[in-house]
């Protein structure tokens, strides 16, 4: 009979296996049963209503933000913001050699062009004188004034009627390194224009960049325009003209002027300037024989910055060949001048070295006297008695 407790040893071993593994088996078991029983992140109450807390107020700060946005009485924060650079642009325009009034840097490489002008009762009113950068009045012959014109900034289309050439004009001229235009001239002058290498613009060997108009009877009638007289430099190779310019300075009213009425004596009445001086412009309003002075071109009475009056000996020159006596100013040397600018009026010396050196206008202490920029008009007068000014 088999005992109920005897095993195999084949039971036994699978017994004991069974004995090993289960414990292992339960252990690895209760480890992952733990793992998945146990209780995931709970919040508290109190945690609860801080976070609700926490979100009202953040709802209630973005509404807050969107509201005062659109709002029309919202507060502006000032800012502080860069100011841009404000760059000036760098004028092209210098200051005119001939007249200190700024202009294009080509109008300085033009030629300074001459242009003899005709005063006689007959020849006015003028043309172009109003716009010439500095005019010379002299007198001619007979008591007779004549002017000669320098243009280089402007170029106005008539100008004349244009006359004959005299040597101190010529001389003045050369100062400038000036072309010379004129009709024909006195013996003395046709001589010394060739003697001296003068720019000649002589409308008896160019006539065709002259004109003579029909309203007026010879001799009174020819006229020219700078834009033919520069066409006729170019064609002669005339070009820049190098010149020492004045010394300028900048206009400056007299707030009291203390020269506003120059009254000058050249011959009778009938050729005598007068000046009167207008605050508002800083120009001195010219009148000749009684009555403003006005340009055909402009129909604006002439109207320059600067008056100059220079005292000058004056003869009668040498008898020419037609029994005629022409006037003769002693150019090179020295005398008195005045300076009328501003409203007031400086006294001192001008000088003139040679035919071909510039005139200089220096006060009494001998320091250059400057000029302001614009038109000058310059007379020649023989003594400082025929200058006459007051307030």
């Known amino acids: 009979m088999q005992d109920d407790n005897f ?54 700060g973005i509404a807050a933000f969107l509201f005062l946005s659109s709002s029309p009485h919202k507060t502006v924060t000032n800012k ?19 007249t200190g009034l700024p202009v294009n840097p080509s109008v300085n490489k033009l030629p300074v062009t001459a242009v003899m002008v005709e005063n006689s009762l007959a ?7 109003g716009q010439a950068g500095v005019v ?8 007779i004034t004549r002017f000669m014109a320098l243009y280089q900034d402007t170029a106005p289309t008539y100008v004349g009627p244009v006359r004959s050439a005299r040597p101190y004009f010529v001389q003045w001229a050369l ?28 409308q008896f060997y160019n006539g065709s960049y002259y004109t003579r108009i029909t309203s007026r009877y010879a001799p009174h009638n020819v006229y020219t325009s700078i834009a033919n007289l520069h066409n006729l430099e170019a064609q002669k190779g005339f070009g820049q003209s190098v010149f020492t310019s004045w010394p300028r300075t900048p206009a400056s009213p007299l707030k009291n002027p203390t020269a506003t009425k120059i009254n000058l004596t050249l011959s009778v009445p009938d050729y005598n300037p007068s000046y009167v001086y207008d605050p508002s412009t ?32 004056e003869s009668n020159g040498p008898l020419d060949s037609s029994g005629a006596y022409y006037s003769d100013y002693s150019t090179i040397g020295s005398g008195q001048v005045y300076v009328f600018q501003n ?23 001998g320091q250059p006297l400057k000029l302001i920029p614009g038109q000058v008009w310059i007379t020649a007068v023989v003594s400082s008695s025929y200058v006459n000014y007051s307030n």
């Open 175 to 202: 100062g400038f390194d000036a072309a010379y235009a004129h009709v024909g001239g006195s013996p003395l002058a046709l001589s010394d224009i060739q003697a001296w290498g003068v720019k000649d613009l002589n």
């Open 123 to 129: 020849a006015r009113p003028q043309s172009g004188l």
């Open 282 to 313: 800083n120009s001195y309003n010219r009148s000749e024989g009684g009555s403003p002075q006005i340009g055909t071109d402009t129909n604006k009475q002439i109207s320059p910055k600067v008056v100059i009056a220079m005292v000058i000996p």
């Open 80 to 98: 502080v913001v860069p100011k841009k650079q404000v760059i000036k642009p760098v004028s092209d325009l210098v200051p005119s050699n001939l």
């Open 343 to 365: 409203g007031g009026v400086e006294t001192g010396q001008w000088s003139k070295s040679s035919n071909t050196a510039q005139i200089n206008f220096t006060n009494n202490n």
């Open 136 to 143: 010379f009045e002299a007198l001619a012959e007979g008591g």
């Open 7 to 60: 095993k195999t040893p084949e039971e036994i071993a699978n017994q004991e296996n069974d004995q090993v593994a289960t414990p292992i088996l339960n252990k690895e078991e209760d480890k992952v049963t733990k793992m998945a029983k146990k209780p995931k992140f709970k919040l508290t109450k109190k945690q609860i209503i801080v976070l609700i807390i926490a979100l009202v107020i953040i709802v209630a």
